[in-house]
């Protein structure tokens, strides 16, 4: 879950000009890629509007883009002038249902969840202010960061490309992040909290998000810090809201959930690969960069399988073996689809192999909220 910040960025897009930017059909395939690729736009250079060379085939959308990609933000993505459309792009629906799963989840280990009118609206308005909301404003506001990076590594997205206007991101900023505190407090007082715990997790949320990815402390910069504070908001904000909406959070909940940020941390380890390149020229050090491809590959399948390991010796240890075992039977197809593709390329293979692999844990993640609400 990601959501609110009380500061938001003034900064102009730098090098973009619209008047001079010329358009061109790139003529090359490109090379295999897997996530998010949208509009491609190249600029000319101030001198002569005529002198514009294509792209490098790696750092190009498809040809023939699909307008599905282009709604859910990820690779393939056709060109889009139609402006909500661009601003859908933006918060990356495909990022969307982690944190939907998360409150699902969240709901589940309560033990206090029924299946009637009232508890089913009130878990779709926490999903909206989890997945559109907060999440939709951490896309944003970690895309305007990242427009340096993505002028390099994915020239083609909305804001590096001028697709969209600056006072037209930072509208959208502002609007998702109190759109999603709005949706938070009104949990609270659905759910006749006496102290806001919901709205407060949404704000803590925003806060890390914020410094997740604007500077001065830019904790993507680092890469245990930066994909660890990804993979709690990711796993353990969205449980905790969801949790709190129908029952109590609880100190073994809370070690628990971190503990599985861990694995959250892996998974965010596997979309630094496509960055490289972006991240090395501009200082970051991420995983990749710091210890090279090969090591931080298997850094990134050992916190993603330890500790979905880890957890199931602790459902082990706290009475509910078949809970357990259900979880070591869904970390046997992770482990399988980490060497079919994300050991052999991470790059080529990383949606092809998060598609295959990510759907069994989050399924253990239900079995953890289950065990947990018995």
Sequence with gaps: MASVLNTVPSLRLSNINNTNRVRTRQVFTPSPVSFTRRRLTIRATETDANEVKPEAPGKSPAAAGSSFNQLLGIKGAAEETNIWKIRLQLTKPVTWPPLVWGVVCGAAASGNFHWN?????????????????????????????????????????PIPSGAISENEVITQIWLLLLGGLGLAGLLDVWAGHDFPIIFYLALGGSLLSYIYSAPPLKLKQNGWIGNFALGASYISLPWWAGQALFGTLTPDIIVLTTLYSIAGLGIAIVNDFKSIEGDRELGLQSLPVAFGEETAKWICVGAIDI????????????GKPYYALALLALIIPQVIFQFQYFLKDPVKYDVKYQASAQPFLVLGLLVTALATSH
């Design 307 to 318: 500790t979905q390991i880890s957890v199931a010796g602790y459902l082990l240890g706290a």
């Design 117 to 157: 009118v009232e508890d089913v609206a009130k878990s779709i308005v926490c999903m909206m202010m989890s997945g559109p909301f907060l999440t939709g404003y951490t896309q944003t506001l970690n895309d305007w960061y990242d427009r340096e990076i993505d002028a390099i590594n994915e020239p083609y997205r």
